[in-house]
């Protein structure tokens, strides 16, 4: 079936319910980025892959929103699907909310899988509809009801990793919590976010694909904890540490009977913007504290242990990279290779390195005109040959045991143009003067990112897309709740870097119809001295690869650029260089040569 007949199916369910509309969001019961295939109701509906989107049905139309990084995708993706895109934040287009109280009628009915929604989101279109007595029917699953060969619930064995690697034992992580509970006056802790059952337990899984982390709830009081799990993806041996340090164990779907039975006035701490409606309407007796979870800073600002394996991932996966890069650059126009075939040599290297778990995301291998498309990721239906020409933009990522890799290099595959060489050099001026930031503690990623943009805005150009997220260790390859986007987050308090956080350094340009170019190092957030004016702070270029000479335009960079890019090739250089050898050593030792005017 096509979209259009999937959505006939729906629209008849929802007649059938009384619905006037229907709305389908990205998200699995946790709030999740990436979700398992179980959840990909919205991608199955309307035929867009991207990572982000809703999608809304009424009874005559439908729409879908996304964010800037999808906007050519989603347009070429939804061609003939009969669904309009809407370009959230963009000048005239409505927010769900908005647009559902324009077209629900008086007294209607909106529906959804509250199990799926969370109960901000579910919260903020309650606002956009007050006054119209608008009902929410929450407990149809109408997407999967039109789903015939459905993929079944993920559930992929779980395994440990080792204290030393996360520097803090489960025992010491949930005592700390306990801690902050008795801070809030928090009776029960409800943990909804997979990747924060992750952290806490110093457990991870594989039931969502390139995060580790498996289908859970934790409920954690002063005396108690209990993890909702489907036990068969615990080994006997993990069970038994769990209940050695006061961990029950309880199934997965009994989440919601549990917060229910939860007495009368207990003081309930839950993150509504991770915690599903669901969650929310089943304590609707208890006293909920609704904030940020505690897991979320903690686990963002990594341990010494975490920091010192980072730094080692990191050299392991630059090595990877770097043979890559040579491999291709030497490779391309002599031999056949496409964009799929040249991501799955990068993922060739990267398993050659000890202690390699796999990809952190889908590889995003772009060629020429294809790198205009954010997160564009090749397929057997889109890829193309690289050619000795313009860019390759790789935006690829690894799991290893010590830690998460987030990077992106734009390769010149051969001659490139003016406009080519003038973008990449602009672009590379932003990153290397956001990456030298020295700033006192408190700022938030808010006030450094023009330092990013101000170059692009000077030559007339921007980029449609944050330029920094966190990382988790060995957990989701995008982790807040800090962040470097000059736009503040939707109901959200911003948060200030740490020293400890780990964050991407990522501006970017994209030409539509010709190239893209983004330049992507993580970074880690340093002590950088006090005086009288407080504590400043600095960040620590964790990624060790480097950028390509020959595409840049050097009257572009001013002295300061200059040095702070060759200071970068140095520290490149004498990283990666004791790993490699013969033809290799060589490309990497001219990549890394100091630039001379």
Same mark, same amino acid.
């Given at each position: 079936?096509?979209?259009?007949?999937?959505?006939?199916?729906?629209?008849?369910?929802?007649?059938?319910?009384?619905?006037?509309?229907?709305?389908?969001?990205?998200?699995?019961?946790?709030?999740?980025?990436?979700?398992?295939?179980?959840?990909?109701?919205?991608?199955?509906?309307?035929?867009?892959?991207?990572?982000?989107?809703?999608?809304?049905?009424?009874?005559?139309?439908?729409?879908?929103?996304?964010?800037?990084?999808?906007?050519?995708?989603?347009?070429?993706?939804?061609?003939?699907?009969?669904?309009?895109?809407?370009?959230?934040?963009?000048?005239?287009?409505?927010?769900?909310?908005?647009?559902?109280?324009?077209?629900?009628?008086?007294?209607?009915?909106?529906?959804?899988?509250?199990?799926?929604?969370?109960?901000?989101?579910?919260?903020?279109?309650?606002?956009?509809?007050?006054?119209?007595?608008?009902?929410?029917?929450?407990?149809?699953?109408?997407?999967?009801?039109?789903?015939?060969?459905?993929?079944?619930?993920?559930?992929?064995?779980?395994?440990?990793?080792?204290?030393?690697?996360?520097?803090?034992?489960?025992?010491?992580?949930?005592?700390?919590?306990?801690?902050?509970?008795?801070?809030?006056?928090?009776?029960?802790?409800?943990? /909804? @976010?997979?990747?924060? %059952?992750?952290?806490? $337990?110093?457990?991870?899984?594989?039931?969502? #694909?390139?995060? !580790? +982390?498996? =289908?859970?709830?934790?409920?954690?009081?002063?005396?108690?904890?209990?993890?909702?799990?489907?036990?068969?993806?615990?080994?006997?041996?993990?069970?038994?540490?769990?209940?050695?340090?006061?961990?029950?164990?309880?199934?997965?779907?009994?989440?919601?009977?549990?917060?229910?039975?939860?007495?009368?006035?207990?003081?309930?701490?839950?993150?509504?913007? /991770? @915690?599903?409606?669901? %969650?929310?309407?089943? $304590?609707?007796?208890?006293?909920?504290?609704? #904030?940020?979870? !505690? +897991?979320? =800073?903690?686990?963002?600002?990594?341990?010494?242990?975490?920091?010192?394996?980072?730094?080692?991932?990191?050299?392991?996966?630059?090595?990877?990279?770097?043979?890559?890069?040579?491999?291709?650059?030497?490779?391309?126009?002599?031999?056949?290779?496409?964009?799929?075939?040249?991501?799955?040599?990068?993922?060739?290297?990267?398993?050659?390195?000890?202690?390699?778990?796999?990809?952190?995301?889908?590889?995003?291998?772009?060629?020429?005109?294809?790198?205009?498309?954010?997160?564009?990721?090749?397929?057997?239906?889109?890829?193309?040959?690289?050619?000795?020409?313009?860019?390759?933009?790789?935006?690829?990522?690894?799991?290893?045991?010590?830690?998460?890799?987030?990077?992106?290099?734009?390769?010149?595959?051969?001659?490139?143009?003016?406009?080519?060489?003038?973008?990449?050099?602009?672009?590379?001026?932003?990153?290397?003067?956001?990456?030298?930031?020295?700033?006192?503690?408190?700022?938030?990623?808010?006030?450094?990112?023009?330092?990013?943009?101000?170059?692009?805005?000077?030559?007339?150009?921007?980029?449609?897309?944050?330029?920094?997220?966190?990382?988790?260790?060995?957990?989701?390859?995008?982790?807040?709740?800090?962040?470097?986007?000059?736009?503040?987050?939707?109901?959200?308090?911003?948060?200030?870097?740490?020293?400890?956080?780990?964050?991407?350094?990522?501006?970017?340009?994209?030409?539509?119809?010709?190239?893209?170019?983004?330049?992507?190092?993580?970074?880690?957030?340093?002590?950088?001295?006090?005086?009288?004016?407080?504590?400043?702070?600095?960040?620590?270029?964790?990624?060790?690869?480097?950028?390509?000479?020959?595409?840049?335009?050097?009257?572009?960079?001013?002295?300061?650029?200059?040095?702070?890019?060759?200071?970068?090739?140095?520290?490149?250089?004498?990283?990666?260089?004791?790993?490699?050898?013969?033809?290799?050593?060589?490309?990497?030792?001219?990549?890394?040569?100091?630039?001379?005017?």
């Amino acid at each position: 079936m096509n979209s259009a007949e999937k959505l006939r199916l729906l629209r008849r369910r929802m007649q059938e319910q009384g619905m006037d509309a229907y709305v389908v969001v990205t998200d699995d019961f946790h709030g999740s980025e990436y979700v398992g295939d179980y959840f990909k109701a919205r991608e199955y509906l309307s035929g867009f892959t991207g990572s982000a989107g809703t999608l809304v049905v009424l009874p005559d139309s439908a729409a879908l929103w996304t964010d800037g990084r999808y906007f050519l995708q989603a347009a070429d993706q939804l061609a003939g699907s009969t669904i309009d895109l809407m370009r959230a934040g963009q000048p005239g287009v409505p927010t769900i909310g908005a647009f559902l109280a324009q077209r629900v009628p008086q007294g209607g009915t909106v529906g959804f899988d509250g199990r799926t929604v969370s109960s901000l989101f579910a919260r903020t279109m309650a606002a956009a509809l007050e006054g119209k007595n608008v009902r929410f029917a929450y407990e149809q699953d109408l997407a999967g009801a039109v789903w015939p060969d459905r993929p079944a619930l993920s559930a992929q064995p779980v395994w440990e990793l080792p204290a030393e690697c996360a520097g803090l034992t489960r025992e010491e992580k949930l005592h700390l919590l306990r801690e902050k509970m008795r801070e809030t006056g928090a009776e029960v802790l409800v943990l /909804t @976010a997979l990747d924060e %059952v992750a952290w806490t $337990l110093n457990l991870r899984g594989d039931d969502v #694909r390139c995060t !580790p +982390v498996f =289908l859970s709830f934790l409920l954690l009081r002063q005396e108690e904890a209990t993890l909702c799990v489907q036990e068969q993806i615990l080994s006997g041996e993990l069970k038994e540490k769990l209940v050695a340090c006061g961990v029950a164990l309880a199934p997965y779907e009994s989440i919601y009977d549990r917060l229910r039975a939860i007495p009368a006035g207990t003081a309930v701490q839950t993150d509504s913007a /991770t @915690a599903n409606y669901c %969650v929310l309407q089943s $304590l609707s007796g208890a006293k909920v504290l609704d #904030r940020p979870s !505690p +897991v979320q =800073l903690m686990k963002a600002m990594k341990t010494p242990a975490e920091q010192e394996n980072f730094r080692a991932a990191h050299i392991k996966d630059g090595v990877a990279v770097c043979r890559f890069i040579c491999w291709l650059q030497s490779h391309v126009g002599k031999e056949p290779i496409t964009e799929c075939s040249a991501a799955a040599k990068l993922e060739s290297f990267r398993a050659q390195q000890p202690d390699y778990l796999g990809p952190s995301f889908d590889s995003i291998m772009a060629f020429g005109p294809h790198g205009a498309i954010v997160h564009y990721e090749p397929t057997a239906e889109t890829d193309v040959p690289l050619e000795p020409r313009s860019f390759c933009l790789a935006d690829t990522g690894g799991h290893y045991l010590q830690g998460t890799t987030d990077i992106t290099r734009t390769i010149p595959l051969g001659p490139l143009t003016e406009e080519e060489r003038r973008a990449y050099t602009v672009v590379l001026k932003g990153h290397l003067r956001l990456g030298a930031a020295r700033f006192p503690e408190g700022l938030c990623g808010q006030n450094l990112d023009i330092l990013a943009r101000l170059p692009l805005w000077e030559q007339g150009m921007d980029y449609n897309h944050g330029t920094g997220h966190g990382v988790g260790y060995v957990l989701s390859v995008h982790e807040g709740p800090q962040r470097l986007h000059w736009r503040l987050p939707e109901n959200q308090k911003v948060t200030a870097l740490a020293e400890g956080m780990v964050v991407s350094n990522e501006p970017g340009y994209y030409a539509a119809g010709q190239f893209g170019i983004r330049h992507e190092n993580l970074e880690l957030v340093q002590r950088d001295g006090e005086n009288e004016y407080g504590r400043f702070l600095h960040f620590e270029p964790l990624t060790m690869v480097p950028f390509d000479r020959t595409a840049l335009e050097l009257s572009l960079l001013s002295e300061e650029e200059l040095a702070l890019l060759n200071a970068y090739h140095e520290k490149v250089r004498a990283a990666i260089a004791p790993h490699l050898d013969g033809e290799e050593l060589a490309w990497l030792m001219a990549a890394t040569a100091p630039i001379l005017r």
